[in-house]
């Protein structure tokens, strides 16, 4: 608002210049006072010409018009008040207004301008400062794009660095939880033949260091998109590390696992083959989290069915572990595994599903996913 008022005593003093160049016409001794009230007319209602363009223009154009009734008065070769007032409109006003006043401008250049010279520039200098205002919008309008578009940008990238926190959380947490999981069953089922077979004892002590140093191979490969890309990173996981896989989470009379395929094999896009493993994998620590033998060791199988879709991933044991089914997001109450498996399988277009085994008994944890990523 300060900034329009002083636009409006610089537009006023611009107006008032001609009474001090010039003197009044013969006869008279000063300018009679009726000659400002014009003046003020066309130059007062610019204090208001961004609330009101249209209405501000009509006023400073009857100022202007006004001025016509005082011939002795001194002389006004531009009417500042309503160019600035022309400028405003055309820069904020809806399209009716812009056009009623161009037509209302044209006409008036055309009766109130006596030669035609005259009137031709004054319909040029109008016509360039609607250029200039329109040309002003178009700017305005640009600056506004680009910073919508900026935003959008930033709300993307915000969003795509959530899901890429999302994703190495997720790994972390499959990466530790199964390698935490491996190392705690072999050191409890360790102790359990000493001095009786000493080869199981070291098998143990193998499988715990061999779990160590697979999950750090994997952390560096997850952590390694945290750092400065200079790291040689691990392939991510398929499905021909299942075997090794399996066999690291065999506990000697408290755990077997059977790994069985059916159909015929085909090559998979490697974010479902990974997908595919880190199913199996959860599935395999959920086992050894939850897992409890009734009688003897708990038998835990895990089966690949191909199918003309896709491929089927299944695990399945005997114990006695948590209870309860779900499906599709991980909801009804799924622990951060079960979520994580549902999540994975999602992401490649496919669904997870889990719940209680054959008879009642241990636990099932099943994904179909699709021969290709949708």
Not at 181 to 206: C, K, L, N, W, Y
Not at 228 to 251: H, I, K, M, Q, Y
Not at 275 to 298: F, M, S
Request: with cysteine.
């Amino acid at each position: 608002m300060l900034g329009d008022v002083a636009l409006m005593v610089a537009v006023l003093l611009a107006q008032l210049a001609p009474f001090v160049s010039n003197r009044p016409a013969p006869g008279h001794d000063g300018w009679e006072p009726a000659m400002f009230l014009p003046i003020l007319l066309s130059t007062v209602p610019v204090v208001w010409r961004r609330k009101a363009p249209f209405a501000v223009l009509i006023a400073t154009e009857a100022g202007a018009g006004l001025y016509a009734f005082f011939p002795q008065g001194a002389p006004q070769p531009i009417w500042y008040g309503a160019l600035l007032a022309l400028f405003t409109l055309a820069a904020q006003a809806p399209w009716w207004q812009r056009i009623t006043a161009l037509v209302f401008i044209g006409w008036g250049a055309v009766l109130l301008t006596g030669a035609l010279d005259t009137a031709a520039r004054g319909v040029l200098l109008w016509v360039t400062v609607y250029a200039l205002g329109r040309a002003w919008a178009a700017r305005g309008a640009q600056t506004a794009a680009l910073k919508e578009r900026a935003r959008h940008l930033e709300r993307a990238r915000e969003l795509e660095a959530a899901l890429e926190r999302a994703r190495i959380a997720r790994e972390m947490h499959d990466v530790l939880g199964h390698g935490m999981s491996v190392m705690i069953a072999q050191a409890e089922a360790g102790p359990v033949f000493v001095g009786r077979d000493d080869a199981r004892v070291t098998a143990s002590f193998d499988a715990i260091a061999g779990a160590g140093r697979e999950a750090m191979a994997q952390l560096r490969r997850v952590l390694g998109v945290l750092g400065d890309g200079r790291n040689e990173l691990v392939p991510a996981p398929t499905l021909a590390g299942l075997p090794d896989l399996t066999n690291s989470v065999e506990r000697p009379g408290f755990i077997a696992v059977h790994l069985a395929e059916a159909g015929e094999p085909r090559k998979l896009p490697a974010d479902v083959e990974a997908a595919a493993y880190r199913i199996v994998q959860e599935g395999l620590t959920n086992v050894l989290k939850h897992a409890r033998p009734d009688h003897g060791a708990v038998r835990v199988d895990v089966a690949l069915a191909w199918t003309g879709d896709g491929l089927t991933v299944r695990v399945t044991d005997d114990g006695v572990g948590a209870r309860g089914d779900g499906a599709g997001t991980g909801a009804d109450g799924a622990g951060r595994g079960l979520t994580g498996i549902a999540e994975r399988a999602a992401a490649c277009g496919g669904q997870a599903r889990w719940g209680a085994g054959a008879g009642g008994k241990g636990f099932r944890v099943e994904a179909s996913l699709p021969a290709a990523v949708r």
